[in-house]
């Protein structure tokens, strides 16, 4: 006899049916917020057509005694403009409600998106492996040092670096003085959550992203040292480096600032050793409440958030020849796609977290 197949205790489906219950719950709410205005606003309308009645009958009778007639004008005055006021309020709430809701729903068709994916270690454009064998760096203590300081000033400098005209996309920019070449890598994205909750998600992705790395912890400061693979998924070429940093957050009233320094020694690109040469990066993240909608009332633009991230990449070598050399520029645009890959798996992988987290609070609420 054929077994039948056991029927399974458990719903395999669980987390995709509830976001797509949660996206249903939210364009129900938007639509009953939607059809309220619709029915205040006729509501409105008639009582205005009712006022200018009653105000012509009153008109004719207040001449007959003016002064009992403009206690009851008045009442009706007021009347009306606290309607038109909670009328304006409720429609600003009621957009501000939908915009929320479209930008929660285009996350969660992303999520949706995602499920039937398998995201490997393979697919990410940098990735953390071991310190290959056998190699030491012989200046650790003097380039933590040098990064160390590098931090402090990072901080000092965030707001000329990060300011309101920082791009939405990912913007690559090559700057070329006569001694060094920059390039610069900057994004920012508006998100719906509160400013502590994505700091506090960007930092935990920080540390389950650690892998296999040395590092020391001491508060809000990590200082580390580790393998670094990157790898162009358009030419699935890739390059292997040793990475030393230093990584620093500040958490403020009103901000949460993030910013490192790194020491990057390339070790081998293309199946190729790579000499002489090595990449100086500094990172800034800047996250600040997002002013959605200046004219609404104090205390209800904390959803709005604005990420702000920008890298500095610049290229160092031990001779002059290298700087010229062809495979230094490949290596260099290598370096620099890499990052924008990555800067872009970053904002997406901390909104994926916070979203799953608030559905989750919501289911347990």
Known sequence: KQK?????????????????YELIHLRKEAAEMELKLQQLQSLQQRESRRVGQGLSLVRTRARKNPAVWEEICNRQLEGR?????????????????????????????????????????????????????????????????????GVDASYREIESVLGDDCPRFPTRELRDSVNDMQVDI?????????????????????????????????????????????RDARTNATATFYDQQILRRYVENDRIVIVWRAHIEPLEFEKRPVNGMYFLEKGYVLI?????????????????????????ITPKSTGPKLRHDSRTTVLVDFVATAVSANISMIVEMVGNMLLDQSIYQRKQG
């Open 81 to 149: 403009l606290k309607a038109e006021r909670d009328n304006a309020l409720l429609k600003k709430k009621c957009e501000k409600g939908k915009q929320v809701a479209r930008s929660i729903e285009k996350m969660v068709r992303k999520r949706l998106a995602q499920q039937g994916m398998v995201f490997s270690d393979s697919d990410r454009p940098t990735r953390r492996v071991k310190i290959p064998a056998g190699f030491q760096s012989h200046v650790s203590s003097r380039i933590f040092e040098e990064l160390m300081a």
């Open 288 to 312: 600040k409440p997002h002013d959605h909608d200046q004219d609404s009332a104090a205390g209800e633009n904390d959803t709005f958030s604005r990420v702000s991230t920008c890298y500095m």
């Open 4 to 20: 039948q197949k056991q029927q399974l205790s458990y719903d395999p489906n669980k987390a995709r049916n509830g976001r797509r």
């Open 186 to 230: 900057s994004y920012s994205k508006i998100m719906p959550f509160e400013v502590g909750a994505i700091g506090d998600a960007w930092w935990r992705r920080w540390h389950n992203y650690k892998g296999q790395c040395a590092s020391e912890h001491e508060g809000n400061t990590n200082i580390e040292k580790f393998g670094l693979e990157m």
